[in-house]
C-alpha cells in the first residue's frame, strides 16, 4: 500500500511510487479536495464572521457564540479567537503535524531516501 507519509497527501508522492502501489489519482484514490488551503480557510473565515453579523444575538460580550440546546438552555460555545476578535487575520492557525508536513516529514519509502542524498 501507500506510505503512510503520502496517505493524505498522495499528490505528493512520486509518480513511480504510485504505480509500483497500483494507485491511479482520480482513479482509484480521491482527487485532492483543495488546490489552495489558504484562499479555502479565507473564505471560511469570511463565512462565518458574516453569519456572526447577521446573527449577532447569538454573540456573547466576550465574543463567545451561545447555543440553545432546549427552550431555556442555554449553553456558551467556546469560540476561536480570530473569530472572537472579528478579523481575517488567522490568530488560530492549523498545520501538518511533523510527519505529515509535506516540509518537516521524513519520507522512508525507497525512492524518497534515494532522492534525499542529492
Known amino acids: 500500500g501507500l506510505p503512510k507519509e503520502y496517505v493524505h497527501c498522495p499528490w505528493e508522492a512520486p509518480g513511480g511510487l ?4 497500483n494507485i491511479l489519482l482520480a482513479r482509484t ?5 483543495l488546490e489552495d488551503l ?3 480557510r479565507r473564505d471560511h473565515t469570511r463565512e462565518v464572521l458574516r453569519i456572526r ?3 449577532s444575538h447569538m454573540v456573547a460580550k466576550g465574543g463567545n457564540e451561545w447555543f440553545e440546546a432546549r427552550p431555556g438552555y442555554w449553553v456558551t ?3 476561536r479567537e480570530d473569530f472572537r476578535q472579528d478579523t481575517e487575520e488567522f490568530l488560530t ?3 501538518a503535524d511533523d510527519p505529515r508536513h509535506a516540509k518537516r516529514r521524513q519520507l522512508q519509502d525507497s525512492l524518497s531516501l534515494i532522492i534525499g542524498d542529492f
Request: proline share 0%.
Open 93 to 95: 492557525r492549523q498545520t
Open 53 to 55: 453579523h447577521e446573527n
Open 29 to 33: 484514490y480521491q482527487e485532492r479536495l
Open 38 to 40: 489558504d484562499k479555502a
Open 18 to 21: 504510485l504505480l509500483r502501489v
Open 77 to 79: 460555545l467556546i469560540t
